[in-house]
């Protein structure tokens, strides 16, 4: 089946640094969205992008659908402490029904 | 608007026992579908549904059935428990059309022994 990877698996970083996590696939998705999920609670959609190319911002996320549809980057600025937890890609297919999920990045901000 | 509520929220059995996890959501959103979540590996999708009466296998179906009598409810049953099934599921729902993505509930921590 389709597979997403995503990179890095975790990433330990200084509050105020900036942070970027990209996902490549072997398959081609019509969406590409970004989730985060706090401890103890489902993913909650950050960004959802629809257009290949397309280059969107949300507060200090910045997410991008790449041109060969099969891939994704999210970058974070200025990372704050409550910026901790686990960020996920997921592709969507044509109709909508089905998501694809990476493996996740865990993102630690230290103080 | 509670969104997309599951329940329980933990539950442990022992192998062979089934169960049924209850899923509903009022935001009558056409699709609705089922996660697992393991360590390291992501969610990966158990079944799926576009609409009451219609169900479809995901990436990871073996062990568990579903029925979508209606648009609120999507219940996932397991037939009997493996310990392979301990993980944590996700129910999660979507309009069929727009940028709304899916809305995820909180999860039930299921533990298999």
């Known amino acids: 089946g389709q597979q997403l990877n995503q990179s890095p698996q975790s990433m330990f970083i200084q509050e105020g640094e900036d942070v970027s996590m990209n996902c490549t696939s072997s398959s081609i998705f019509n969406t590409w969205l970004w989730y985060k999920q706090d401890p103890g609670e489902g993913p909650v959609l950050l960004i959802a992008l629809y257009k290949a190319g397309e280059l969107t911002s949300n507060g200090r996320l910045t997410a991008q659908f790449g041109i060969t549809r099969k891939d994704s980057f999210l970058n974070i600025s200025a990372s704050i402490p409550s910026d901790v937890g686990i960020y996920f890609c997921?592709?969507?297919?044509?109709?909508?029904?089905?998501?694809?999920f990476g493996e996740g990045t865990q993102l630690t901000v230290n103080p | 608007n509670a969104g997309v509520t599951q329940t329980p929220k933990f539950q442990v059995l022992k192998t062979g026992q089934s169960m049924t996890l209850q899923c509903a959501q009022d935001?009558?959103?056409?699709?609705m579908s089922w996660y697992r979540q393991d360590p390291g590996m992501g969610l990966r999708l158990i079944h799926y549904s576009v609409g009451a009466g219609i169900t479809d296998q995901g990436e990871v179906p073996n062990g568990y059935n579903v029925s979508r009598s209606t648009t609120e409810d999507f219940p996932l049953r397991l037939l009997s428990a493996a310990p392979s099934q301990t993980s944590v599921y996700f129910c999660a729902s979507s309009l069929h059309t727009g940028p709304y993505g899916y809305t995820f509930g909180s999860g039930t921590r299921l533990t298999v022994v």
């Open positions: 935001m009558n959103h056409e699709y």
């Open positions: 997921a592709g969507q297919n044509r109709s909508g029904s089905r998501l694809t």
